[in-house]
């Protein structure tokens, strides 16, 4: 395949030597000549383990070639890679500068071009970059359509600095986004004999993932590095203690936890917590990714609270009152605290959870209701048709398949359904559908 590839970074520079390397004729452009410079004479324009080698068989290969001159790049060749820089401005915008500069020469490389030209995006960029922005422009510059004269793909690069030829051979996954099969076929070609799953979404979906995974590697570090520093001053190995956490595949190192949903509550993640940072605090370590998450539970709260009062209906069945599915445990539930909210408000509700009944309740739970929230233990009740035919706007909060089955037949059109959890099999249920995460 005659490829090109745009900006000769970390990630440009990389792709065109293992592209090379596996037998495709490659174009590198570059605004910088002394990149190109290098590039001609062999050498490496980026300081990669296993670089200097690879780029001096691949420029002796005859398969590279290298140039400013964008257009004739993409008149020449069948598809483009586009691996040019985003930093960041001083704002914390991303500046796209060189991107947008970059697509307008694209556009007028396809201009004169007879066959179609796939665009394949590599640089991270916000989401809605590549349709919103891009490919207008490319158009525009062609004077062509995208989708039948020309396709456009976003495709996230995850090779890390340090190991990138490494990992351009072994991605944990292959990932485009595109609205169309052209180019998702075309880069089935160029990259599916790479080990990891190979995957098709929509741009704005690839463009997101890219952010997302980027994030949660922060994530995890900063994570890793406040446990260590509570472990110091605590007298604990922070190596013992985040080795045996990562070895727990089933809930710590797995996608338990990661389904986006309602707030966390229940007897143990927020007392524990707030243990934790009671600790951080009497031994002066500062923790302010801890500090933040149960900031952040509460926002969610909020933002449920303020979809349901947002509709403006007063007559409220709230369907899920303990603080997961499955279990009858009403301590610090997040659904708890919406219900006193709801009262607070002045708003009439009524309270089914097949789990949650008062008869039926022992100790820590009966005893909770009694002495915390007794005014809520009288408006549970047993019935959920009662619940459903007393109500303006239910609030869906567990996902028991036996209530959501229910709920098919007792919901009516002029039902408001707040959905906090993504029941599961919600079609065939009536009313207007409102979706916490969506
Ligand atoms: N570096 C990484 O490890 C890594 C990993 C994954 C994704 N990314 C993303 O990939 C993109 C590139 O990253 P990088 O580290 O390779 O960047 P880089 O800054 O090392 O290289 C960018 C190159 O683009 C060139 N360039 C700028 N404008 C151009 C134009 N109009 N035409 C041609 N070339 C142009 C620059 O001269 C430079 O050589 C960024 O969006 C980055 O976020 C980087």
């Known amino acids: ?78 598809i483009s890679l586009i691996c040019v820089g985003t930093p960041s401005a001083s704002n914390g915008a991303q500046d796209q500068s060189a991107l947008v500069r970059l697509a307008h020469d694209l556009g007028r490389g396809a201009r004169g071009k007879d066959t179609s030209h796939v665009f394949v995006f590599r640089s991270t960029m916000v989401p809605g970059t590549v349709e919103d922005i891009l490919t207008p422009i490319l158009e525009r510059e062609s004077g062509k359509a995208s989708g039948t004269d020309f396709h456009v793909a976003f495709q996230p690069e995850f090779l890390r600095e340090g190991s990138s030829i490494r990992d351009y051979d072994k991605p944990p996954f292959t990932i485009v986004g595109a609205s169309s099969d052209v180019p998702v076929q075309v880069l089935r070609q160029l990259f599916g004999h790479l080990p990891g799953e190979f995957i098709s979404t929509s741009i704005r979906t690839a463009e997101t993932v890219k952010y997302t995974c980027n994030n949660f590697h922060a994530l995890k570090i900063t994570f890793a590095n406040e446990t260590a520093r509570l472990c110091n001053a605590l007298g604990v190995d922070p190596f013992a203690v985040m080795d045996l956490v990562c070895r727990d595949r089933q809930l710590n190192i797995s996608p338990a936890y990661l389904r986006p949903g309602f707030a966390y509550g229940g007897s143990c993640l927020p007392k524990d917590l707030r243990a ?15 500090a933040a998450i149960s900031l952040s539970n509460r926002v969610h709260v909020e933002r449920a609270i303020g979809k ?70 009288a408006l ?31 919901t009516r059109d002029d039902h408001v359904l707040v959905d906090l959890v993504d029941i599961p099999d919600r079609a065939g249920m009536r009313g207007d559908y409102i979706g916490l995460c969506w």
């Open 1 to 78: 395949m005659k490829i090109s590839i745009f900006g000769l970074g970390y990630v440009g520079a990389v792709s065109l030597a293992c592209l090379a390397r596996d037998g495709h004729a490659v174009v590198g452009v570059d605004i910088d000549e002394a990149k190109l410079e290098l590039i001609r004479n062999g050498r490496t324009p980026v300081v990669e383990e296993g670089m200097v080698a690879l780029m001096q068989e691949v420029a002796a290969s005859g398969r590279v070639l290298v140039t400013q001159d964008a257009a004739r790049a993409v008149r020449d060749t069948d």
């Open 276 to 290: 934790t940072m009671h600790l951080a605090r009497t031994h002066d370590v500062e923790l302010p990714l801890h």
């Open 308 to 377: 349901v009062l947002d509709t403006g209906k007063r007559r409220i069945g709230m369907i899920g009152l303990s603080f997961k599915t499955g279990t009858d445990d009403l301590r610090e539930s997040p659904l708890v605290q919406l219900a006193e909210h709801f009262l607070g408000k002045g708003l009439e509700l009524l309270v089914y959870d097949p789990e949650v009944h008062l008869s039926r309740l022992l100790g820590a739970n009966r005893r909770f209701i009694e002495q915390h929230v007794p005014h809520i233990g």
């Open 380 to 410: 549970i009740r047993h019935d959920l048709a009662e619940v459903v035919a007393a109500s303006e706007l239910l609030v869906l909060g567990l996902r028991d398949r036996d209530t959501v089955a229910s709920l098919r037949n007792l």
